[in-house]
């Protein structure tokens, strides 16, 4: 029988002759065998049973067309995506992704990323993602409405509450999740939980807005515990300013943090006595407008064109929460001479793969996304649970599952790296428990 490494190199070299010009998709393959080899020498069954090229090919892939048409009544034309990727532990779960860099490579990242991180959250999802490459700047309300009740109308075809259910992500938050459930209903009946994030009156959860940043800064704090560290007088820099961005920087500043820097994809704010999340809240949530509008309310803050990860200042932890590939091997080494000892990441695959082996090198605290930012879709599952159920939990009961869903998540993957002679690699150690977990279930239930 092959070896295991001879097994991995050639299914990523199988992959690399297929989707050639995938390239997130095949960074986010790299990653994630380059931890896996040694587990798979102890499993060869795993081998035997080519678990690796099944697993890394989605379920299925839909692709469709969304004619919508503009407030000068023009007809436009977007192209539609749902990845379902893996349904072997629970109906396919993930977001969809409302920006004009969207395609197939981006889809499939997203897709195989989510199936791992639902599975660590230890709730009933598989994995799956979606999107299009429509662009919800500078449109209308009346426009995003559109656009999304024509998008529904395909996807509704293929989702259901037992079957797949999207929720947000960049560019898809209450607003649109709110026209996109309208429509559902509007074709089928009243389903709860066949979207999630949904706004509270229509079913949503209390938290889930949260969720995934308020998770992030959960998860950081277990592993500063484990180093003997807090937030506590720590300079923080968040990239992003949308929901995953605001929210964590909340929860920096109330477990004693200050967060002095934060971006968007033009520029970044410095603000030596920390962001102010009501203002960041009112510029970006409410008025939707660019992070310069932040400074008419705040003068004493500058603003910089360019990417965060150049800011001047030093600083001790950096949560990247913008999106994939933010910093690449420049960016990591100068976030390492500004005396940063951990990167916690709240996007999805923010470091390029060799900005990951920066911090290895460097011998820093790494939280991988997998791991990090799973907070937002255990508490879409905590949603989904609460429909079925018919009833609501309180804010406080919902922040109370979400932070011990985090600690288990931190434990996961402590206690497998310890297991896998890999000790303090929290990259490792996500990638191997979620692995096992799903392959041992993609085993049992026979070649499908
Ligand atoms: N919303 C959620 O529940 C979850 C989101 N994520 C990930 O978190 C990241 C952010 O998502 P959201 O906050 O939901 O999106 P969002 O649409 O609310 O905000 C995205 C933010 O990132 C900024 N941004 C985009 N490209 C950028 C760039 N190149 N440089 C600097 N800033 C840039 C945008 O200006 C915006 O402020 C994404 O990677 C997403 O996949 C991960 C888990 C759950
Ligand atoms: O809440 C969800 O279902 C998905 C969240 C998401 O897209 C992600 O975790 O990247």
Redesign the pocket.
């Known amino acids: 029988m092959q070896t295991a490494t001879a097994y991995v190199n050639a299914v990523y070299e199988k992959a690399c002759q297929k989707d050639t010009e995938q390239k997130e998709f095949l960074q986010a393959l790299k990653e994630f065998f380059d931890t896996i080899t040694p587990v798979l020498a102890q499993h060869p069954q795993l081998i035997e049973e080519n678990i690796l090229e099944r697993l890394i090919e989605p379920e299925r892939i839909y692709q469709f067309r969304v004619p919508w048409t503009d407030d000068q009544g023009k007809v436009q034309v977007n192209r539609g995506f749902r990845v379902q990727y893996n349904a072997t532990i629970g109906p396919y779960k993930g977001?969809l992704?409302f920006?004009p860099s969207v395609n197939q490579s981006i889809m499939k990242f997203?897709g195989f990323e989510q199936t791992f991180?639902n599975c660590l959250t230890g709730l009933p999802i598989g994995g799956g993602k979606g999107g299009s490459d429509f662009d919800p700047k500078g449109k209308s309300d009346r426009e995003v409405m559109r656009f999304c009740q024509s998008f529904m109308t395909e996807l509704q075809k293929y989702i259901g509450p037992d079957q797949d259910v999207p929720?947000?992500?960049?560019?898809?938050?209450s607003r649109e999740i709110g026209y996109l459930f309208g429509q559902y209903k509007k074709i089928n009946s009243y389903q709860a939980g066949v979207i999630t994030?949904k706004p509270i009156p229509m079913g949503g959860s209390l938290g889930?807005t949260e969720?995934?940043g308020y998770g992030l800064v959960y998860f950081a704090n277990e592993m500063l515990k484990e180093a003997n560290q807090s937030f506590k007088g720590q300079r923080v820099v968040v990239?992003?300013?949308?929901?995953?961005?605001?929210y964590a920087i909340k929860k920096v500043h109330e477990l004693g943090g200050t967060v002095i820097a934060c971006?968007?994809?033009?520029g970044?704010i410095f603000d030596k006595n920390g962001i102010d999340v009501a203002t960041l809240k009112q510029v970006?949530e409410v008025e939707r407008k660019r992070?310069t509008a932040y400074l008419e309310k705040n003068p004493k803050a500058t603003y910089h064109e360019g990417?965060?990860w150049q800011l001047e200042a030093n600083f001790t932890i950096a949560l990247p929460?913008?999106?994939?590939n933010?910093i690449d091997e420049v960016a990591a080494k100068h976030i390492l001479a500004k005396g940063v000892f951990a990167v916690v990441e709240?996007?999805?695959?923010?470091s390029d793969l060799a900005a990951i082996a920066c911090y290895h090198e460097a011998g820093i605290l790494y939280g991988p996304?997998k791991a990090a930012?799973?907070?937002?879709?255990a508490v879409?599952a905590l949603e989904m649970s609460q429909n079925n159920l018919r009833l609501s939990w309180t804010l406080e009961e919902v922040d109370e599952k979400l932070k011990e869903i985090m600690k288990t998540i931190f434990l996961t993957c402590r206690n497998t790296a310890k297991a896998y002679g890999v000790a303090g690699n929290y990259l490792s150690g996500a990638n191997i428990a979620s692995f096992l977990k799903i392959a041992e279930a993609m085993v049992a239930q026979g070649v499908v």
Do not use: W
């Open positions: 977001g992704r920006h997203l991180k929720a947000g992500d960049i560019g898809v938050g994030g889930r969720a995934t990239s992003g300013s949308g929901n995953v961005a605001i971006s968007d994809s033009n970044y970006k992070l990417n965060v929460c913008a999106t994939q933010e709240g996007a999805n695959m923010p996304s930012n799973a907070g937002g879709v879409s």
